[in-house]
């Protein structure tokens, strides 16, 4: 079955960056495009970005830019999601999601267990 | 970016009960909209896609309508295991939104 593996927790400092994983099994990895979602304490979702791991094209949301990068590793069907200069608000738990184009749609059917970042001096 | 309001931000209803949550896009998404159902200590789950279509496994009970700027997601029997937060999402920009969900507790 479908599964993304995702570190349980990362405790950083303020202004330093936090390289999260999320290693996919069950199925094709390049085949479908992963996003990165996070919830912060007592917050909702917030789409952050989005790889396509086939050929490495990516989008993020306008907050992000220029503070994340994404990339994959097909040998081991792993996406990583990198965000330099945390700070305390950064401090959430980071969902990767298996992203299912359709159309010209799509829609995050698998996602990970979460990886809970922690920033904090 | 494009925003999506949900209503009620909460509500609290009664086992049995038939309960609708709506979402408004800020423009015209056609139906390029999804559901998910988040419980309290696990992961986000896909409840509807393309604003109506069922994801395999989703109860019956839950189904969603709507195209344009209006959406409703409906409950038609509320059961215990519901109590959760739900969020609408667009996937009709290249940067998808979530709207800022409704949480669903049962009286």
């Known amino acids: 079955q479908v599964q993304l593996l995702q570190p349980g927790a990362e405790l950083k400092k303020p202004g330093a960056s936090v390289k999260v994983s999320c290693q996919a099994s069950?199925?094709?990895?390049?085949?479908?495009?992963i996003s990165w979602v996070r919830q912060a304490p007592g917050q909702g979702l917030e789409w952050m970005a989005w790889?396509?791991?086939?050929?490495?094209?990516?989008n993020s949301a306008q907050k992000f830019q220029g503070r994340v990068t994404l990339t994959t590793d097909k040998s081991t069907s792993t996406a990583y999601m990198e965000l330099r200069s945390l700070r305390s608000d950064d401090t959430a738990m980071y969902y990767c999601?298996?992203?299912?184009?359709?159309?010209?749609?799509?829609?995050?059917?698998?996602w990970g267990q979460g990886t809970l970042v922690t920033v904090s001096s | 970016d494009i925003q999506l309001t949900q209503s009620p931000s909460s509500l609290s209803a009664s086992v049995g009960d038939r309960v609708t949550i709506t979402c408004r896009a800020s423009?015209?998404?056609?139906?390029?909209l999804n559901w998910y159902q988040h419980q309290p200590g696990k992961v986000p789950r896909l409840l509807i896609y393309?604003?109506?279509s069922f994801h395999t496994g989703v109860p019956s009970r839950f189904s969603g309508s709507g195209s344009g700027t209006d959406f409703t997601l409906t409950i038609s029997s509320l059961q215990p295991e519901d109590s959760a937060t739900y969020y609408c999402?667009?996937?009709?920009?290249?940067?998808?939104?979530f709207g800022q969900g409704t949480k669903l507790e049962i009286k």
């Open positions: 999601a298996r992203d299912l184009y359709y159309g010209s749609g799509s829609f995050l059917d698998h």
């Open positions: 069950g199925y094709t990895f390049p085949s479908f495009g």
């Open positions: 790889i396509n791991p086939y050929n490495g094209n990516t």
């Open positions: 423009q015209d998404i056609r139906t390029y």
């Open positions: 393309a604003a109506s």
């Open positions: 999402q667009q996937s009709f920009s290249r940067t998808p939104t």
